[in-house]
């Protein structure tokens, strides 16, 4: 990657990171008794195996705070449909809302469990305003970055894939991670994730289902590093259904099948980010952070 494109990288970085909401959102003010939740926003997954994910990160959330009800809701409104004709009903980041608010919760941190600050998390955003302002309502929301918002979270999350890689992998093979990527202009932290994880391990690489870095790009870097054997893992939550087919899948197009075609051997890691507590952690940082403002 050339330096002036880094420094644009890095440049769009920060200004993405400061259009983030920093402050309370607020509502009237009244003189009823202070209570507190927390409402957990997550993408989803229609995969029964992805739900340790959400039960690692719940037991974390619990055991920051004991005592502080939790709520959980879910922004695909495709995995909403999906699950419903299952006959499973997941809320919507309003409904959840409106359910804590009729439940006279008056103060409430949303908190996202999104990987970046995309179109989920920013139509989120929207919908969690709504519920700030109304009469006899919440009377304060504060809403917890994702896992990556700042420049210090891309650092802090290339350490943390250090650190969960295979044991076993050894130095000169691969390690390819699949993100999600998004057509909103937070994808650029996919790229400066995959700038900062490089300067640790030349031979890690982050890339993209819906976005850049693609998978051609990566392919033609293992080749011209003449690597031999990667292990794949996916830069999600959760292992659900872009891990377990567009990654790891026999599909033609999925990047097992393209790399192996390439005579490259594919080890596949169906493990979602929030099933390792080093990006947990990260998670529990931002929703800390943002519960602190009740205080």
Known sequence: MRINKVVKVLYLLVLVALLLPASP??????????KKGILLVAFGSTIPEAQVSFENIEQSVKKTFPGVPVYWSYTSRIIIKKMAKEGKHLATPAEALAKMMRENFTHVVVQSLHTAPGAEFHSMLKNVHKFAGMDKGIKKVMVGYPLMATSEDVQRVAEAIIKVIPKERKKKEGVVLMGHGTHHPANVYYAALNYHVQKLDP?????????????????????????KRVYLMPFMSVAGDHARNDMAGP?????????????????SVLKGTAEFQ??????VDHLRSAFSHFD
């Not at 509502?27 to 008794?33: F, L, Q, V, Y």
């Not at 890690?204 to 690597?227: C, M, S």
Request: proline share 3%; net charge negative.
């Open 25 to 34: 959102i607020y509502g009237h003010g009244d003189k009823r008794p202070m």
């Open 278 to 283: 080093e990006f947990v952690d990260i998670w």
């Open 203 to 227: 031979n890690i690489f982050v890339g993209t289902v819906e976005g850049w870095p693609e998978i051609d790009e990566i392919k033609a870097d293992l080749k011209k590093r003449r690597i």
């Open 251 to 267: 599909e033609q197009d999925s990047w097992k099948s393209i790399l192996e075609k390439e005579g490259i051997q594919c080890v």
